[in-house]
């Protein structure tokens, strides 16, 4: 007698994801206009995407994974091959590398710039600076920096606390930063719908 084995393959659908388009979205709770808003989204957030239909596209969020639905003519699917890391987005501790965005108007400029690493090797424990530059027409110069830390998770950062240089004397922040990496643009980050360019791509 002859034995056949029956093999179960199980296949996994790669997520895909959207990032959107504009500041101040809507996400609601049912796919019309007329549905409730459970939360605003800014430009560059990054969304899981799980489906599409009559014009709406039903999405869930990457750091709390509450779902809801968004016009999809307010969201861009990213490439498949450019699927969000947020690991990517840490340097090594000493790193002068980091993520740029320059504000420039007629009688000063502010230069603004976002760098990450790890706390230890391993862990997803994640420290921060922001460091802001200002520069006015007479030559004066003045730069601030400012110390996060939180965690990195599969799709974005999210910053929780503040601290020294040296990570001691945490405070929590009342609203979480989120940092999210897109290619909605060109290659960077956004936070609170500012677009920061890498630097190593500029």
Same mark, same amino acid.
């Given at each position: 007698?002859? %034995? #056949?084995?029956?093999?179960?393959?199980?296949?996994?659908?790669?997520e895909k994801?959207?990032?959107?388009?504009?500041d101040g979205v809507n996400l609601r709770e049912q796919p019309n206009t007329t549905s409730a808003v459970v939360g605003k989204a800014t430009k560059g957030m990054t969304l899981i995407l %799980?489906?599409?239909?009559?014009?709406?596209?039903?999405v869930k969020d990457v750091v709390e994974g509450k779902e809801a639905y968004v016009s999809s003519a307010l969201v861009t699917v990213l490439p498949e091959y450019s699927? /969000?890391?947020? =690991?990517? %987005?840490?340097?090594?501790?000493?790193?002068e590398v980091g993520f740029e965005n320059a504000q420039?108007?007629?009688?000063?400029?502010? #230069?603004?710039?976002?760098?990450?690493?790890?706390?230890?090797p391993e862990g997803n424990v994640v420290m921060a600076c922001l460091? =802001?530059?200002?520069?006015?027409?007479?030559?004066?110069?003045?730069?601030?920096e400012n110390y996060y830390r939180g965690v990195v998770k599969p799709y974005c950062i999210v %910053?929780? =606390? +503040?601290?020294?240089? =040296?990570?001691?004397?945490?405070e929590k922040l009342e609203t /979480?930063?989120? #940092?999210?990496? +897109?290619?909605?643009?060109?290659?960077?980050?956004?936070?609170?719908?500012?677009?920061?360019?890498d630097q190593d791509s500029m």
């Open positions: 007698m002859a %034995l #056949i084995a029956v093999m179960s393959v199980t296949c996994v659908m790669a994801f959207v990032a959107v388009k504009k %799980l489906g599409n239909s009559n014009g709406w596209s039903h699927t /969000p890391d947020a =690991e990517q %987005l840490v340097r090594m501790p000493d790193s420039r108007g007629k009688t000063s400029e502010t #230069i603004s710039l976002w760098r990450f690493w790890k706390q230890a460091s =802001e530059q200002y520069n006015d027409v007479s030559g004066r110069s003045q730069t601030f %910053l929780t =606390e +503040t601290t020294d240089y =040296e990570g001691n004397n945490a /979480p930063i989120i #940092i999210y990496q +897109t290619s909605l643009d060109k290659s960077g980050i956004y936070v609170d719908g500012v677009f920061f360019m």
